[in-house]
């Protein structure tokens, strides 16, 4: 099992200490995680939610130091861009294909993709030493996600369909790994579905996956709540205009009596927190297959 954090400032020491007290608070202490988890070899830094959330220049030095102070690998996490956004962010490219290998860009956006693909069209291949290799997000792969199923287990024994429909995703299909591949993508990260079964998958074309924990996303969009506070009124509810990055100290816990689990907000995305139950199985599962496992807790 590989396992890799993301963490959001240079200055982070502590994320293994992080991690295991916000896995107790959110799971009142079930399980001693720090036993089911090997040491970390990767960092993720960026954001693929929110471009606001991406590093400057001197951050990402930043991030690139302590990984190799520390002998990691890097993972730069990169949300859907505009045209003008990818222009003001191609140097973080520009940085990490300087960058020794082992070092990954995960793309949300087809554009940035299509961009990045361009980019290194006069290599042989990506992923080759002193390469950046491609990821494709999460938030390619589309499954079913809502939190407000109530009988999960009732809609999965009405038919085959409807089982499907709970267990399946978009990076699932082999067509769709394909063309991936054909793109120059080598891994897919993805969520586990909250009403699944714990399955690793690493599909007929090879592709590897990651699996993100404890949350996963339910959805996200470009005009963020939380970057409206502090904001003037007229200048509320804009994408990509003025923030404050509120949602690096504030998040929410959202209730409803229909929800089927946790479900948080921070910035312009819900997030839903795994069951233990479906954590715990996962793990053993992904120990079994050697999966890599990407710890993005709430900050």
Known sequence: MELAFHIRTPDSQD?????????????????????????????????????????SLSELEGFCAL???????????????TDKELENHSFLFDY??????????????????LFLKRRNSHKAKLCT?????????????????????GDAEGLALFSSET?????ESTFDHPEFQRAMRDLGVSRLERDLLPYGNPVCRSG????HPSFYFPFGYVTTGR???????????????????????????????????????????????????YPFSLLSSFIKAAKRENIRLVYQGLN
């Not at 001693?32 to 040491?39: I, K, R, S, V």
């Not at 990984?67 to 861009?81: D, F, G, Q, S, Y």
């Not at 089982?163 to 267990?167: A, D, F, K, S, V």
């Not at 007929?204 to 592709?207: A, C, D, M, Q």
Request: overall charge negative.
């Open 129 to 149: 030493p002193g390469g950046v290799c491609l990821s494709g997000g999460r938030l390619f792969n589309k499954g079913f996600k809502d939190p407000r199923l």
């Open 15 to 55: 994320w293994a200490d992080k991690f295991q007290k916000e896995m107790d608070r959110l799971y009142d202490g079930e399980n001693d995680w720090a036993e089911d988890f090997p040491l970390a070899d990767r960092i993720y830094v960026g954001d693929e939610f929110c471009p606001n959330r991406l590093p």
């Open 67 to 81: 990984a190799r102070e520390n002998a990691l690998k890097i993972t730069l996490l990169t949300p859907v861009l």
């Open 204 to 207: 007929e074309s090879g592709i």
């Open 96 to 113: 990490l294909e300087k960058w020794e290998k082992g070092a990954e860009i995960v793309v949300n956006d087809w554009g940035v993709l």
């Open 163 to 167: 089982l499907g429909l709970l267990n």
């Open 223 to 273: 005009v963020c709540w939380t970057a409206s506070f502090r904001q003037a009124e007229g200048e509320k509810f804009f994408p990509a205009g003025p923030c404050a990055r509120v949602c690096d100290d504030l998040r929410f816990e959202l209730e409803n009596e229909n929800l089927s689990f946790r479900v948080f907000q921070n910035g312009n995305t819900i997030f839903y927190l």
